[in-house]
T-cell receptor, first 114, second 108 residues
């Protein structure tokens, strides 16, 4: 069966510090991978998605970046965090097939920028 | 834009039925998804609709009408564990756009 891991689970970082969040998927090959952010009391916002190694599409201009160095690894980074970067970061995967395929979410990382 | 609207909160009694509506304005999408999210946890997939009509999965059913720009999630025989946020999302070629979610509170 497929599993998705994210770490760390929680993170407190000062403004201006760098960020690296990691997501890995097991039990599937060539998944589509996604990064979402959920601000307090709000819906999920798609940040990045990837259909293959080295292929990253950005949905929202911001000071975050994403990379996919391996087929089942997706990394979210920032060089300098802003207060507005606080939120719940969720990685998701899907198996591309047909017109619609459901996305499955990892446990998330709760980031607080102070 | 897709402007997805859901009620903010709904309250219902254990054992009852609750219908969560989702309306949207968009020129096209592949499918409409419903997710459940308990506080502090990741969303979990409930159902999706591609064609108009009703999809039933146990106590949960989802309905879609593309011509009316409308979907609903129906929760039957409510249980206390169903207290959660329910998220409506439109799929456009693999990218999901979510509504803000509807918080359902189940009371004894």
């Amino acid at each position: 069966s497929q599993t998705i891991h994210q770490w760390p689970a929680t993170l407190v970082q000062p403004v201006g510090s760098p960020l690296s969040l990691e997501c890995t998927v097991e039990g599937t090959s060539n998944p589509n991978l996604y990064w979402y952010r959920q601000a307090a009391g709000r819906g999920l916002q798609l940040l990045f998605y990837s259909v293959g190694i080295g292929q990253i599409s950005s949905e929202v201009p911001q000071n975050l970046s994403a990379s996919r160095p391996q087929d089942r690894q997706f990394i979210l980074s920032s060089k300098k965090l802003l207060l507005s970067d606080s939120g719940f970061y969720l990685c998701a995967w899907s198996t591309p097939r047909g017109i619609v395929s459901e996305q499955y979410f990892g446990p998330g990382t709760r980031l607080t920028v102070t | 834009g897709q402007n997805i609207d859901q009620p903010t909160e709904m309250t219902a009694t254990e054992g009852a039925i609750v219908q969560i509506n989702c309306t949207y304005q968009t020129s096209g999408f592949n499918g409409l998804f419903w997710y459940q999210q308990h506080a502090g946890e990741a969303p979990t997939f409930l159902s999706y609709n591609v064609l108009d009509g009703l999809e039933e999965k146990g106590r949960f059913s989802s309905f879609l009408s593309r011509s009316k720009g409308y979907s609903y999630l129906l929760l039957k025989e409510l249980q206390m564990k169903d207290s959660a946020s329910y998220l409506c999302a439109l799929d456009s070629w693999g990218k999901l756009q979510f509504g803000a979610g509807t918080q359902v509170v189940v009371t004894p």
